[in-house]
Nanobody, 118 residues
Framework: QVQLVESGGGLVQAGGSLRLSCAAS????????MGWFRQAPGKQRELVAT???????TYADSVKDRFTISRDNAKKIVYLQMNSVKPEDTAVYYC????????????WGQGTLVTVSA
């Protein structure tokens, strides 16, 4: 069974920084794309950033030039460095991984809350 555990959420002032981490555990052969999504109250879940196995990153326009996604393949961890945060970044952040075990799985973390105060 594969599990993703996120950490690093919390309360931060506007203009500040925060780093989220998401670690995968279980019987994993490899991990393809890793990503972060977020869901604000009353809104749909939206893509924040993704990163491929070859470190090709893509970002939502709303976070481009402020957030950076990275990964450590050996540790099976994906990071989201959040800089210059804004109140509109307040949301529950979820990590997502395309995991290869004996089969292909798409796995989600439980979510971590990020609250940005004005």
């Amino acid at each position: 069974q594969v599990q993703l555990v996120e950490s690093g959420g919390g309360l931060v002032q506007a203009g500040g920084s925060l780093r989220l981490s998401c670690a995968a555990s279980g019987s994993i052969a490899s991990i393809n794309t890793m990503g972060w999504f977020r869901q604000a109250p009353g809104k749909q879940r939206e893509l924040v950033a993704t990163i491929t196995r070859r470190d090709t990153a893509t970002y939502a326009d709303s976070v481009k030039d402020r957030f950076t996604i990275s990964r450590d393949n050996a540790k099976k961890i994906v990071y989201l460095q959040m800089n210059s945060v804004k109140p509109e970044d307040t949301a529950v952040y979820y990590c997502n991984m395309e995991v290869v075990t004996s089969r292909y799985l798409e796995v989600w973390g439980q979510g971590t809350l990020v609250t940005v105060s004005a």
